[in-house]
């Protein structure tokens, strides 16, 4: 291919899970990937805790934000070649038609932003997101693309979507 990958991440809100998987794609896919983020109900704002996560994790947050899915099936949109839902509202909807046809599968993380209690609580529930968000792009981003038929490569998609939480994450 001549140009990137791209890659569009769904939830309903776009402020946290599917923002920080755009992030750790876009730092962990070097020039192969270009990430986006979306949601069909966007928030309008990215939440703090998953801003703060990304500092301390010296991920880069600017020009992050919380944007509608119909920006990414406008005329000039992007051609995507995935799409990921990682909240299970959002993988329950009508998804617009994505030019490019990607490859969709459904990477299902349980959401930080619905976690109260402490800030300590929160933080290690947007902590174990991360966690699951970067064990996955990691399987993803080592996948050999040129190399599978379509058919295989959508296997393997929705093989890494069951990725267990105890699975060795592959490093950055």
């Known amino acids: 291919m001549d140009r990137p990958f791209n890659v569009l991440f ?5 402020s946290a899970r599917s923002i920080i998987a755009e992030a750790l794609l876009n730092t962990m896919g070097g020039k192969r990937f270009r990430a986006y983020s979306a949601g069909s109900h966007p928030k309008g704002e990215v939440n703090p805790h998953a801003l703060k996560l990304l500092a301390r994790s010296r991920l880069p947050t600017e020009g992050l934000r919380s944007k509608s899915w119909d920006e990414f099936a406008a005329p000039g949109a992007p051609p995507l070649d995935f799409v990921f839902t990682v909240c299970d509202n959002a993988a329950g909807e009508v998804c617009p038609m994505w030019p490019g046809q990607p490859l969709t599968a459904h990477w299902g993380i349980p959401d930080p932003a619905a ?10 529930a947007f902590f174990k997101a991360y966690e699951q968000l970067q064990r996955r792009i990691g399987l ?4 050999r693309l040129e190399q599978l038929d379509r058919l295989a490569l ?11 939480d105890d699975a060795p994450a592959p490093q950055p």
């Open 10 to 14: 769904l939830c309903t809100g776009n």
């Open 115 to 124: 976690v109260t209690g402490t800030e300590e609580e929160i933080d290690r």
């Open 140 to 143: 993803f981003t080592s996948l």
């Open 154 to 164: 959508q296997r393997r998609l929705d093989e890494i979507g069951r990725t267990r």
